[in-house]
């Protein structure tokens, strides 16, 4: 079986900094796209920011300049460093990866992480 794990999260202060990870584990054949998403209360899931295999990115308008999104695919691992956090950033923010599991080429499937809770707040 694939997991995604995310680990990270927690509380700052607005203007702080949180670094998030993702460590994808299991069967795994190959690693395409991946991303991260967010979910504030009472709202739907939105992207934060995704990353291709070969490491082009795209980033959602409102983090855009704040975040980062990198990746080391030696390690299966997804990051986001989130600097200038603002109160509005509070979500749970869950990885997303599309993966081709072993044996089941040419398809990929998207999994998803637990999510972890980042709350801005002085």
């Known amino acids: 079986q694939v997991q995604l794990v995310e680990s990270g999260g927690g509380l700052v202060q607005p203007g702080g900094s949180l670094r998030l990870s993702c460590a994808a584990s299991?069967?795994?054949?190959?690693?395409?796209?991946m991303g991260w998403y967010r979910q504030a209360p009472g709202k739907q899931r939105e992207l934060v920011a995704t990353i291709t295999s070969g490491g082009s990115t795209n980033y959602a308008d409102s983090v855009q300049g704040r975040f980062t999104i990198s990746r080391d695919n030696a390690k299966n691992t997804v990051y986001l460093q989130m600097n200038s956090l603002k109160p509005e950033d509070t979500a749970v923010y869950f990885c997303?990866?599309?993966?081709?599991?072993?044996?089941?080429?040419?398809?990929?499937?998207?999994?998803w992480g637990q999510g972890t809770q980042v709350t801005v707040s002085s």
């Open positions: 299991g069967r795994i054949f190959s690693i395409n796209a």
């Open positions: 997303g990866a599309d993966i081709i599991p072993t044996g089941y080429g040419p398809y990929e499937y998207v999994y």
